[in-house]
């Protein structure tokens, strides 16, 4: 290059490959199946390493390699999920609080969650993933998604409880109770 | 999935932070109120408690998922193949490079053109002597006879070292009748010239040497006129006259008249390389020319 400072490939992989755990399993549980996840994973990875010299060493390479990341599942996502879906989902937030919680199941296996998770629409999916999972703060997460922040606060809050809901039916189907733990009206001080 | 009446506002307004409480996003006087109600309600407690746990159960199942140390390898034989910058930075490149070859020619020509300027500017500059002289002394002064002098007064007048110039004007300049020819000056002005008034296609034109005091002319592309042998002609139109100038080693010469541009410069064309071989061959030569030297009559001094 020659008005770039010269880049090398080893600080690039310095920066950015210990990312990628975090990275692929985001990947693997917001994509249909693993070949996708890895597709979306390399083409990220190739991405973030064209424009590395756009990058500011010493800022946050993981919030820029996610922003990358949810630049490309954008495109992926057109294969995956349908907007609409999600719209009438979001619509209905405002009677979500009149639904009491869920009950959790006491006994929580990794597969359970994995496939409760998967049956969760990928517009939550992904915020849930990103705060619950990755812990990026609400700002943080608008500013990779690209979102409004309360657009992010409502998705999480739905998503979160979609998924507790998820996994109870998943839980029943195997037979595992739930915890007695669901409130009760009138249970407060 | 049950509908609930919660009894208490409190409870109601607690659960809808809880989220919030999740991922550390409250402020603290805020997480202090959650914090309060917490102790006392075992209901939104346990509520809380199982969030936590299916976030944790979400944390420990994404952990499950092992990263293939295959994608890995591949991802980082593919970085090695390819440079960094290479689409979206290459053409950011051709645009820098485009807006600095613009800037680089651009800024060329301009400095280019204004080179011009300035030079047509000293072209001027330089005539106006002549130009000057020749409206003074010639055309406001009339310092010159209605029948021509005859030639022994000429020499006489221009003296010794200037004499030998008026053969060569004379043969130089067919049709035009010398009338005058003396040392004059401009008043306010030290300068002198060495003055050759003619007559000739219905006008009156001026010859006229005059010795370089520092002064150059720029030999430069689009300021020089013409050239004749390897003289450089240049020209300009001053004061309603046209002037066509030439140099020599030492001297100025000006052939200056309301001739056509073309016409003026043809005419200095053939003057200019045997003046300037003739005053070259002078200053050379130990009887150099020296204008001061010339008597100098108040006859010829040009008038204001």
Redesign the interface.
């Known amino acids: 290059m020659f008005f770039y400072p010269k880049v090398r490939v080893e600080d690039f992989e310095t920066a950015a490959m210990p990312h990628f755990p975090d990275l692929y399993r985001t990947a693997r549980l917001l994509a249909q199946d693993s070949t996708e996840a890895e597709d979306l994973v390399q083409e990220v990875y190739l991405e973030a390493w064209k424009s590395f010299h756009r990058f500011q060493t010493g800022t946050n390479c993981r919030a820029w390699l996610f922003k990358i990341f949810f630049h490309r599942l954008h495109h992926f996502r057109r294969r995956w999920a349908k907007a609409a879906r999600v719209q009438a989902l979001e619509n209905s937030e405002d009677q979500d609080s009149l639904i009491a919680e869920t009950p959790v199941p006491q006994e929580i296996r990794d597969e359970d969650v994995l496939q409760a998770l998967g049956k969760v629409a990928i517009e939550f999916r992904e915020v849930v993933l990103l705060a619950d999972v990755q812990e990026f703060s609400y700002k943080e997460i608008a500013e990779t998604m690209k979102l409004p922040l309360g657009t992010v606060m409502s998705r999480l809050s739905r998503g979160r409880k979609l998924l507790r809901q998820e996994l109870a039916g998943v839980a029943h189907s195997f037979g595992i109770t739930p915890a007695k733990d669901s409130p009760r009206a009138g249970e407060s001080a | 999935?049950?509908?609930?009446?919660?009894?208490?506002e409190?409870?109601?307004r607690?659960?809808?932070q809880l989220?919030?409480y999740l991922?550390n996003?409250l402020l603290v006087e805020t997480t202090s109120d959650v914090l309060r109600?917490l102790e006392?309600?075992?209901?939104?407690s346990?509520?809380l408690?199982?969030?936590t746990?299916?976030?944790d159960?979400?944390?420990?199942?994404?952990?499950?998922?092992i990263?293939?140390e295959e994608?890995?390898q591949?991802?980082?034989r593919?970085?090695?193949k390819?440079?960094?910058?290479?689409?979206?930075?290459s053409r950011?490149?051709i645009w820098?490079v485009a807006l600095a070859m613009l800037a680089l020619f651009g800024g060329i020509a301009t400095e280019q053109w204004i080179r011009v300027l300035r030079g047509r500017r000293m072209v001027a500059g330089v005539l106006a002597l002549g130009v000057s002289d020749h409206i003074q002394c010639a055309i406001k002064g009339h310092n010159y006879p209605d029948i021509a002098n005859p030639p022994e007064q000429l020499r006489q007048k221009l003296g010794p070292q200037y004499a030998g110039l008026l053969d060569v004007v004379r043969q130089k300049l067919p049709g035009f009748e010398i009338l005058e020819a003396h040392i004059c000056s401009v008043k306010g002005s030290p300068r002198k010239y060495v003055h050759f008034i003619t007559r000739g296609r219905g006008t009156i034109l001026s010859v006229i040497l005059t010795k370089r005091e520092g002064e150059q002319l720029p030999n430069k592309k689009g300021v020089v006129s013409g050239n004749s042998g390897s003289v450089s002609l240049y020209e300009a139109h001053l004061e309603g006259m046209n002037a066509a100038g030439f140099e020599s080693k030492e001297y100025f010469g000006f052939v200056v008249s309301d001739l056509s541009p073309e016409t003026t410069v043809q005419i200095a064309s053939e003057l200019a390389p045997p003046l300037k071989a003739a005053l070259d061959a002078a200053s050379a030569s130990e009887a150099r020319l020296d204008l001061d030297a010339v008597p100098f009559s108040r006859a010829a001094r040009a008038q204001p």
Request: glycine residues 4%.
């Open positions: 999935m049950n509908v609930l009446n919660f009894n208490s409190q409870c109601a607690i659960r809808r989220d919030a991922s996003e109600h006392s309600c075992e209901a939104c346990r509520e408690e199982a969030r746990r299916v976030r159960a979400l944390r420990r199942a994404a952990a499950s998922q990263p293939p994608l890995r591949s991802i980082q593919q970085l090695r390819r440079q960094p910058g290479f689409s979206g930075g950011r490149l820098v």
